[in-house]
């Protein structure tokens, strides 16, 4: 067993080998003001951490070869090394009830460790606040073990990373007050091409405002196996910066329909839920785009001549990017559009209220699309009865137009083909 007076944990092999999960038994925290200086350290080493497959999950492995500081070039974590050790990392779900019991709200993603190994003795969990003064002294990082939630007072705050002094591993994750001040975050607009099986319906492009710091391999990850690895991730300048609960709006050079037509910016549920925040439906043949994301009359994020680099696609969610490009005809005026699902709805409409099936895969689906948003699925789940819930849900959809028809019926295809085959059946 480790020291009470050492600054590290240090793990057995044979401990490691009974480590089955992607925990450790034994978790604890250095009090951070017994740590009022830092021992010197060699500079600052970046690595690419190889990733590999926890229960169907990316994860994350670094093997360290000495003593230093060692940045993870993919989550931006930093570990502060003792000497040789490997380090298994990969991010978690919070738990909403813990926070809300202790009014608070998330930061950063929730990072789960695993310590087979050798020393680590500090942590820097990279945040996105941009303090004025350079004071963040509402962050604070929390250590959860099990049902319980330890707020870990940080041993310093730099411009990029809340640093801890640790004995060993567990759950981490940035979190502040729920009352904490509103500033600016440092954000960043990603872009999701996703296109149209059907050649009467235009291919959507997929924008998200999400902070700074969460993992952008996660995001494309979470959207590759909710869409069946369909869309294609768009690299471009995606750095900004946005204000938390502020409402922004997106606007295009005219030819592309945006829907909504304005969103607030809820990056507290952005860590973990990467759904989309605007649906930008591109028309064919048109040869640019241009975005522009404002706050009222204020120039948040932009960009020009979009459609150029649009292909650029992925091998597979987490193991990187290559790059095609394919070249772009000439825009042309866009013709009325038809959409073959637009009866089906009416037509089986009672049917529907009865017999639609869970909800739950549906939702997602339709909000990527920007056919819902999370106002309106929280409306939907209020309802008492698997009726009614369908109903509302039914509702919204027919209000919205022929687009939103169709794209629920072509997500009813894909999630409940039988429903529609047998209710198709019957119709003919």
Known sequence: MEEESQDCVRVSDSSAEAMEELSITECRVVDQSLCTTDPPMRSLENFEAEIYDHEGKGAYRFQCPSAGLFQCSITGLVFKMEGEVEVLYRTVPWGRRLLAQSVKRPAGPLFKFRCLKGSVCQLHLPHCEICPGGGCDFLSVAHVTDDIIELIPPHKITETHVIINIYGFCDYGLIKDKDSPVFPIKAQVLLFYHPSDDPELEPVLHVLLLPRNVVLMKVQEERARRNGMRETFIETTSDCELTPDQIYSLSTDGYHKVTPKNKKFDNDKDY????????????????????????????????????????????????????????VPAATPAKPYTFPGRDFIPKHRMALETRMGLLQPIFPRLQDHGVLIHEEREEVDSKSTKTLQNQALLDMVVRKGARAQEHLYQVLKEVDPCLVEDLEEQAV
Do not use: C, M
């Not at 989309?276 to 975005?291: G, I, N, R, S």
């Not at 650029?312 to 990017?321: A, R």
């Open 272 to 327: 973990e839920n990467y759904t989309t925040t605007f649906a930008v439906f591109l028309p064919a043949k048109v040869q640019k785009a241009e975005l522009t994301l404002k706050k009222k009359k204020n120039i948040a994020w932009s960009i020009l001549d979009l459609l150029s680099s649009l292909f650029v696609n992925h091998e597979y969610p987490w193991k990187g990017f290559y790059r095609y490009h394919a070249p």
